[in-house]
C-alpha cells in the first residue's frame, strides 16, 4: 500500500488504452496520458505495458510505501528521492516498508511522471478501466487526484519482487524529450476546400505554436489562427463562425478541434461532440507527446503524415512497450 | 476530384432517391467520419436512416471495430487500424447502406420512455437563482427568476403554450456524447419545435435532472454539472454512476440511440421522491415501451397539410418572438 502525504499539483490513477467504446455516451477514453512514459515503467516492474500506474503531473507528490514493492519511475525527472536519497529513473527499484517516496518540480523537459508498481494500482475497474476522468469526476481513486491520507493498494506482482529489481532500458528505448514537439498528423475530417483554405492548411502544418497556459487533460490549446484559415464566410445553420458546424462526435484522443479561432487539441478527458470543425488527427503513436507538453512553456508543432505511417508507427510503439526494450 | 495533399474524402456514395450522397471522411488512424450530404442540415429522416443503418453495421460485428458515434448528420467509426482497414470498413458501411435500397425499407426500433416532469421545480429555481447572483444578475432570460417567460417570448407565445408544446411532442435521440449518458433529443412535431438561445456566459452549476433547451435541443441534465440550456423543470434520474438500480444493472445509462422521450407533467414532489426510489430504495419502475419509426410513415405525415400549417403557424409566431426577446 502506499499512503499519500501530499498529492502534488495533480496526481491520478490511470491506465492504457483507457475507457474504450463511449464516446456515444459522452465518456472519453481518459487513460494515461503519455502512454510511453507509463508503460515503459510497467515493463520494467514486470506489468503489462497498459497495467494501471500513478500519473504526477507538475509534482510535488510525497508518500510512504507500507509494504515491500518494486518500483519504477519514468517521464520528466522530478528529481526523486527515496528516504531523502536520490534515486534512479528509468529503472525498477525495491523499496520497503516505511520508505517515504519525494518528488520536486517538473525539469527543463517533459511534464508528467509515472510510478508504476509491480502488481499496478488496485482500483475497482469502471467500464473496463481503471482510468480516472477528471473533469467527470468518475474512475480511478474515487474519480479524483490523490490526496493526503489516501491509501492506493496495489495487486500481486507477476514474480518474486528479487527477480524484478534492478530491470533497465536499453538507452535507445528511453524516449526524448524536448521544448518542441514534432507531431505526425493525419489531415481531417474537415479541410480544404470546403472547411479551411489550403493556405490555411499550409500554416497549421507548418508553423510552430505554444502550448497555452489554460491547457489540461480535457484540451491542449493552441495559438489563434487567422480569419484566412477558413474557406467559408459563416458556419451556416450551425452557428454564425465559420469553424461552427451542426454538432459531430470529435475523433478523440487525438482530435483538433478549431473553436472560434482557436486550434484545441482534444486529448484524455476531452469532449467527445460538438459544434467545431476538426482539421486533422494526431496519429495515436504520437500522443504520447503531448502529455509531455508543459502549457505555457513548450511548442507543438504538425507534421504531414499518413495512415500507412501511422499504422506502421502503432506497431512500432508496440514493440517499443515491451520487454524488448529491457535492458 | 484533385488529389491534395489534405484531400481527405476517401470514398463516396452517390445520391439516390430517399438518401443523400455519402462522403467518407479521413479522420485520423484510428477514426473514419461517414457524412450524409454536404449540406449543413438537421432532419430527422437523416438521422432515422443513418441510425438503421448503424444498427445493420453493428450486427456485422467486425473485428476490430470499437464503437460508432452518430450525431444528426454524421457517423463516426472508431477502429483499431490493425485489427480492421479503413478500406475493409467503407466496403461493410457501403454494404449496409445498399441493403436499405429505398426510404420503405428504414424501419429503425425506437423505444418510447415516459419521463415525469415537474415544470418550474424549487431545484432548477435555484440554479438560475445561482446564475443570477454569481454570474450574470441582469440576465435577460431569467428575469421573472426564471427561463419559462424568456423561453415564451422567443417562440411567440405564452409559458402555457410553450408548456405545451414541450409535453406534446416526442423527442427523438440522434445519438448521446458530450457529457456522460446525455442525449440529444429533437422534436419529432415540428409544430412543437421550441427554439431558444443558450444562457451566455453559461451556468455554472445544474441540477441532476434537471430539463432544459438548448437551440432545437432538448437536453436532460444527468449528473450535476454546468450548462447553458434554458431551464423549464425537472424529470427524475436518466443516469446513474453506482448502478445499483436494475435499469442500470448493465451500465449507467438509460437513453439509448432512437429512444423517444415524452413527458408527462406531475408535482415536484412526486419527482423527489421518484428519485428516493431510484437511488436509494432502487425499486421505482420505469415506463418504456418497445416500438419502431417507420421513416416512410413519418415522412409522410411530416409532409401533411396539417403538420406543415402547424409549423408554418409556429414559424411566424417565432419570428415574431425572435425580434421582441432580448439577444443574450
Redesign the interface.
Known amino acids: 500500500m502506499l499512503k499519500i502525504i501530499n498529492g502534488g499539483i495533480e496526481t491520478l490513477v490511470e491506465d492504457w488504452p483507457g475507457r ?8 472519453s477514453a481518459s487513460g494515461s496520458f503519455d502512454c510511453v512514459g507509463l508503460g515503459l515503467a510497467n515493463v520494467l516492474v514486470g506489468n503489462p505495458s497498459g497495467q494501471a500506474g500513478l500519473e504526477i503531473t507538475g509534482g510535488f507528490f510525497e508518500a510512504e510505501f507500507t509494504d515491500d514493492h518494486v518500483i519504477a519511475l519514468t517521464g520528466t525527472d522530478m528529481q526523486p528521492t527515496i528516504n531523502g536519497q536520490p534515486v534512479e529513473m528509468w529503472t525498477s527499484l525495491k523499496v520497503s516498508a516505511g520508505d517515504k517516496i519525494k518528488l520536486l518540480h517538473i525539469a527543463p523537459t517533459g511534464f508528467r511522471c509515472y510510478l508504476a508498481v509491480a502488481g499496478g494500482v488496485d482500483v475497482p475497474a469502471y ?1 473496463g478501466s481503471k482510468s480516472t476522468c477528471i473533469f ?1 469526476a ?1 474512475g480511478g481513486f474515487d474519480g479524483r487526484p490523490l490526496k493526503p491520507g489516501d491509501e492506493v493498494k496495489f495487486g500481486a506482482p507477476s514474480a518474486e519482487l528479487s527477480s524484478l529489481e534492478g530491470r533497465k532500458l536499453k538507452p535507445e528505448a528511453i524516449p526524448q524529450y524536448t521544448n518542441q514537439w514534432v507531431l505526425r498528423a ?7 476546400p ?1 472547411y ?1 483554405t ?1 493556405e490555411g ?1 499550409d500554416l497549421l502544418f507548418s508553423r510552430v505554436s505554444k502550448i497555452q497556459h489554460t491547457s489540461n487533460r480535457s484540451a491542449y490549446r493552441l495559438e489563434e489562427l487567422p480569419a484566412s484559415f477558413f474557406a467559408r464566410t459563416d ?4 452557428g454564425s463562425h465559420p469553424s461552427n ?7 478523440i484522443r ?2 483538433l478541434n478549431i473553436c472560434g479561432n482557436t486550434p484545441i487539441l482534444l486529448v484524455a478527458d476531452g ?4 459544434g467545431y470543425m ?1 482539421a ?5 503513436a504520437d500522443l504520447w507527446k503531448v502529455g509531455q507538453g508543459a502549457p505555457g512553456r513548450d511548442f507543438m508543432q504538425f507534421q ?1 503524415s499518413s ?1 500507412e505511417e ?2 506502421q508507427a ?2 512500432e510503439q508496440k514493440q517499443w512497450l515491451s520487454e524488448d526494450s529491457l535492458a | 476530384m484533385s488529389q491534395g495533399k489534405y484531400d481527405v474524402i476517401l470514398d463516396t456514395m452517390p445520391e439516390t432517391g430517399s438518401r443523400l450522397e455519402i462522403l467518407f471522411r479521413q479522420a485520423g488512424d484510428g477514426f473514419m467520419q461517414v457524412e450524409y450530404g454536404r449540406e449543413q442540415r438537421a432532419m430527422l429522416q437523416d438521422s432515422f436512416r443513418m441510425l438503421a443503418v448503424n444498427d445493420i453495421i453493428l450486427g456485422k460485428e467486425l473485428k476490430g471495430l470499437i464503437e460508432t458515434v452518430p450525431g444528426i448528420r454524421t457517423n463516426l467509426l472508431h477502429f483499431d487500424p490493425s485489427e480492421l482497414s479503413v478500406d475493409k470498413l467503407i466496403e461493410a458501411v457501403k454494404e449496409a447502406e445498399e441493403s436499405m435500397p429505398t426510404v420503405d425499407d428504414v424501419v429503425l426500433p425506437s423505444r418510447l420512455i415516459h419521463l415525469p416532469l415537474a415544470f418550474e421545480d424549487s431545484e432548477t429555481k435555484k440554479a438560475v437563482a445561482k446564475y443570477q447572483k454569481e454570474v450574470r444578475p441582469d440576465a435577460p432570460n431569467c428575469a421573472d427568476g426564471y427561463n419559462l417567460e424568456y423561453m415564451a417570448m422567443c417562440n411567440g407565445v405564452t409559458v402555457d403554450e410553450c408548456k405545451k408544446m414541450l409535453l406534446g411532442t416526442d423527442w427523438f435521440n440522434s445519438g448521446g456524447g458530450f457529457w456522460p449518458g446525455g442525449a440529444f433529443l429533437w422534436p419529432t412535431d415540428p409544430r412543437c419545435a421550441v427554439v431558444v438561445p443558450k444562457y451566455n456566459p453559461p451556468r455554472t452549476w445544474t441540477p441532476e435532472g434537471a430539463a432544459g433547451i438548448g437551440g432545437p435541443c432538448v437536453f436532460t441534465y444527468t449528473t450535476p454539472t454546468g450548462g447553458g440550456y434554458q431551464l423549464f423543470g425537472r424529470t427524475i434520474p436518466v443516469f446513474q454512476f453506482s448502478c445499483k438500480h436494475p435499469m442500470f444493472k448493465d451500465g449507467p445509462f438509460l437513453y439509448r440511440n432512437a429512444d423517444r422521450v415524452r413527458f408527462h407533467e406531475v408535482s415536484e414532489k412526486e419527482v423527489v421522491e421518484i428519485y428516493g426510489h431510484v437511488h436509494d430504495k432502487t425499486d421505482y419502475t420505469y415506463e418504456i415501451d418497445q416500438g419502431e419509426i417507420k421513416a416512410k410513415e413519418y415522412i409522410e405525415w411530416f409532409n401533411s397539410d396539417e403538420v406543415q400549417k402547424g409549423a408554418a403557424e409556429l414559424k411566424a409566431k417565432q419570428a415574431e418572438g425572435t425580434k421582441k426577446a432580448p439577444r443574450l
Open positions: 474504450l467504446g463511449y464516446l456515444g455516451k459522452g465518456m467500464l467527470g468518475y493525419i489531415p481531417g475530417p474537415n479541410t480544404c470546403d479551411a489550403q492548411m458556419g451556416g445553420v450551425g458546424i451542426i454538432d459531430h462526435a470529435y475523433a487525438g482530435a469532449p467527445t461532440l460538438g476538426c486533422l488527427n494526431v496519429i495515436n504531414l495512415q501511422a499504422i502503432r506497431q
